[in-house]
């Protein structure tokens, strides 16, 4: 199986380069994203996802090429999909809102589990049967059954552990979504374009990305040059760590967009930090906002879980948490059309942090628990 996905995947860079020049390939430049490059080549596009997980130095080259189209003898080791995709499994909610924007979720086929899902179109075609839920860990058999012209795949730690090796040893034609390790939440949101070429479809995306930039960079204006920035803190406490995002996450940028200073803001790190719960305990009168998104309704919620949350409580600490779109299936919506509406969560962060910027705004994502 390694030595399949070796060949299969992992072209040499001379490889990849004689292809590019064979295919006369015209790079498409992105503004934040990262982990992802694409290319305009005759008949289609070139797409390019980098280090899809974390610890991986792995490139996964996709050819995407509309029928008809010839393709150079220096291009024939690269998988090939056929566009404009008209079948499609996603293994991630954050998937749905791109494929949404581009007008395309009646090509959604297979799931991985429907209940996380707040999409209520999504909802319809699975209750009509047209939807098919793989189940975690994935059934495999399903989604051989399915007959996708694409499967979206992410992973979190390994694809052995995962599941995809399998997928790809099968040759299901499975490519990668790394939108999650983006650190900008403007890079995240740029995956869309990442998916319309698969939809063959560049300029809505385009399009619709540009809004949101546009959006993004409008309200960060909102908070420019502001002297007085609350202390925010992230996370929660978990089995004796305080858990929290890293100082360069999209989380931080957010913060620090909306006139905040995130409380660990010279953290280094993309990846989630951990502290002793004894430090955070000590610093709870240093900070005058706290964020979190969990299940909890009320400031009495981390206290019964916890007594020496009471702390917090009597520090007057503000708590917010990003829970108000549940939708009763154990889905929070902040996962799903969050992931692609980055400048409504800037306003949200804005709100929460100088609330005075912001009186008319109604809080998308986030409730202030009393």
Same mark, same amino acid.
């Given at each position: 199986?390694?030595?399949?996905?070796?060949? #299969?995947? %992992?072209?040499?860079?001379?490889?990849?380069?004689?292809?590019?020049?064979?295919?006369?390939? =015209?790079?498409?430049?992105?503004?934040?994203?990262?982990?992802?490059?694409?290319?305009?080549?005759?008949?289609?596009?070139?797409?390019?996802?980098?280090?899809?997980? !974390?610890?991986?130095? !792995?490139? #996964?080259?996709?050819?995407?090429?509309?029928?008809?189209?010839?393709?150079? +003898?220096?291009?024939?080791?690269?998988?090939?999909?056929?566009?404009?995709?008209?079948?499609?499994?996603?293994?991630?909610?954050?998937?749905?809102?791109?494929?949404?924007?581009?007008?395309?979720?009646?090509?959604?086929?297979?799931?991985?589990?429907?209940?996380?899902?707040?999409?209520?179109?999504?909802?319809?075609?699975?209750?009509?049967?047209?939807?098919?839920?793989?189940?975690?860990?994935? +059934?495999?058999?399903?989604?051989?059954?399915?007959?996708?012209? %694409?499967?979206?795949?992410?992973?979190?730690?390994?694809?052995?552990?995962?599941?995809?090796?399998?997928?790809?040893?099968?040759?299901?034609?499975?490519?990668?979504?790394?939108?999650?390790?983006?650190?900008?939440?403007?890079?995240?949101?740029?995956?869309?374009? #990442?998916?319309?070429?698969?939809?063959?479809?560049? =300029?809505?995306?385009?399009?619709?990305?540009?809004?949101?930039?546009? =959006?993004?960079?409008?309200?960060?204006?909102?908070?420019?040059?502001?002297?007085?920035?609350?202390?925010?803190?992230?996370?929660? +406490?978990?089995?004796?760590?305080?858990?929290?995002?890293?100082?360069?996450? #999209?989380?931080?940028?957010?913060?620090? !967009?909306?006139?905040?200073?995130?409380?660990?803001?010279?953290?280094?790190?993309?990846?989630?930090?951990?502290?002793?719960?004894?430090?955070?305990?000590?610093?709870?009168?240093?900070?005058?906002?706290?964020?979190?998104? =969990?299940?909890?309704?009320?400031?009495?919620?981390?206290?019964?879980?916890?007594?020496?949350?009471?702390?917090?409580?009597?520090? !007057?600490?503000?708590?917010?948490?990003?829970?108000?779109?549940?939708?009763?299936?154990?889905?929070?919506?902040?996962?799903?059309?969050?992931?692609?509406?980055?400048?409504?969560?800037?306003?949200?962060?804005?709100?929460?942090?100088?609330? +005075?910027?912001?009186?008319?705004?109604?809080?998308?994502?986030?409730?202030?628990?009393?």
């Amino acid at each position: 199986m390694k030595r399949y996905l070796l060949f #299969y995947l %992992l072209l040499s860079p001379l490889v990849f380069a004689d292809c590019l020049q064979s295919l006369g390939a =015209n790079k498409i430049e992105n503004d934040y994203a990262q982990f992802f490059n694409a290319y305009r080549v005759p008949g289609g596009y070139l797409v390019e996802v980098i280090s899809p997980w !974390e610890k991986s130095q !792995e490139k #996964y080259r996709y050819l995407l090429t509309r029928k008809g189209t010839h393709i150079p +003898n220096d291009c024939r080791k690269l998988q090939r999909i056929e566009i404009p995709v008209k079948r499609v499994t996603t293994f991630s909610t954050s998937h749905l809102p791109a494929i949404a924007e581009l007008g395309e979720l009646d090509s959604v086929v297979g799931v991985v589990d429907i209940r996380h899902i707040s999409n209520e179109r999504v909802q319809k075609r699975a209750r009509a049967g047209k939807i098919t839920e793989l189940g975690h860990p994935i +059934n495999m058999e399903k989604v051989l059954g399915i007959g996708s012209d %694409l499967v979206m795949a992410f992973v979190a730690e390994s694809p052995e552990i995962e599941g995809t090796a399998r997928l790809q040893s099968l040759k299901i034609p499975l490519v990668y979504n790394a939108d999650y390790r983006e650190k900008h939440p403007l890079g995240r949101a740029e995956w869309i374009k #990442y998916m319309s070429y698969f939809y063959d479809k560049e =300029n809505i995306a385009a399009d619709f990305y540009k809004k949101i930039v546009n =959006n993004y960079r409008k309200y960060a204006l909102i908070t420019r040059g502001i002297k007085t920035r609350p202390t925010i803190l992230l996370g929660e +406490n978990i089995e004796g760590k305080w858990t929290s995002a890293g100082g360069k996450s #999209y989380l931080a940028h957010f913060i620090s !967009e909306a006139g905040g200073r995130y409380l660990w803001e010279s953290d280094k790190t993309l990846t989630p930090i951990s502290h002793p719960f004894e430090l955070v305990y000590a610093m709870a009168t240093k900070v005058d906002k706290w964020i979190v998104i =969990n299940g909890w309704k009320s400031m009495n919620s981390p206290v019964q879980k916890d007594s020496r949350y009471l702390q917090f409580v009597k520090s !007057e600490i503000e708590l917010y948490n990003g829970n108000r779109k549940l939708n009763g299936r154990g889905g929070n919506d902040y996962f799903e059309t969050g992931a692609m509406r980055p400048d409504l969560i800037l306003l949200d962060f804005i709100k929460m942090i100088h609330p +005075n910027k912001l009186k008319k705004h109604q809080l998308n994502w986030f409730n202030k628990l009393k």
